[in-house]
């Protein structure tokens, strides 16, 4: 009886002891479960983050770039409009003081340059000398005719209206001096000869002009008041 009781002690033993290394089996089993599923539920979340590490990257990049191309873009454009600015206020600059240039006149610094003579100013005497020298120039004896003082002798002829002058200026082609034109050619009707009698043109004083007054002393003006060797000499 004694044996059995021993036999069956042994065999409960063997059981508590086997039923133990089964638990501690289960326990391993469910850890190793446990910790897998783990390892497996904490990759997707690294991969989540770095994937939005790399898009928020991205994001910050192209923001930057599209920054940086907006900055570019507007610095040239303002360069731009400044360069085109700058360019039209110099071009319209330059135009404003070439127009202003081109209108003022030629004339002789001193204004009273020709008061011996008249009390008519240098621009407009000169400019009157410069229209006459051009009516020479041109053969204009119609319009030289109404520019004369009269009476006035040219080439030992008296004439004492423009009509006389006219009727006489048909013979004129063909008998005109080529000193005379040529004298005159040469005049740049500027800071021109002067004294009491009155203005000269040309190197020997082809024409002369002066200022007239009527008996009133009225001015008419400037007047042509002589002309020396228009015409070929007779001998």
């Known amino acids: 009886m004694k044996k059995l009781s021993v ?11 086997g039923c133990s290394d089964h638990a501690s089996e289960m326990n391993e089993s469910v850890v190793s479960t446990s910790e897998a599923s783990a390892s497996e539920f904490e990759t997707p979340a690294e991969e989540f983050y770095d994937d939005n590490r790399n898009i928020s990257t991205k994001s910050e990049n192209d923001s930057a770039s599209t920054d940086n191309k907006e900055t570019e873009n507007a610095s040239a454009s303002t360069y731009n409009t400044e360069s085109e600015n700058a360019s039209a206020s110099t071009y319209n600059t330059e135009t404003e003081n ?7 006149p030629i004339a002789t610094a001193n ?7 008249t009390d008519i100013s240098c621009a407009d005497v000169e400019s009157y000398a410069a229209q006459i020298r051009q009516q020479f120039l041109e ?17 030992g002829s008296t004439y004492y209206n423009s009509t006389e002058f006219l009727d006489a200026s048909n013979s004129f082609d063909g008998n005109l001096e080529e000193a005379f034109l040529e004298a005159l050619e040469e005049e740049d009707c500027v800071e021109m000869f002067c004294n009491w009698q009155g203005i000269m043109l040309g190197e020997t004083g082809q024409v002369w002009i ?3 007054r009527d008996k009133d002393f009225t001015s008419q003006g400037l007047k042509i008041i002589a002309i020396n060797g228009l015409l070929k000499s007779n001998e």
């Open 7 to 17: 036999l069956l002690f042994i065999l409960l033993i063997i059981q508590l002891y």
């Open 98 to 104: 070439m127009t202003s240039q081109s209108e003022e």
């Open 111 to 117: 204004d009273n340059y020709y008061s011996v003579a």
């Open 139 to 155: 053969q204009d004896w119609l319009a030289i005719s109404s520019e004369i003082a009269y009476p006035i002798t040219i080439s």
């Open 210 to 212: 002066s200022g007239i």
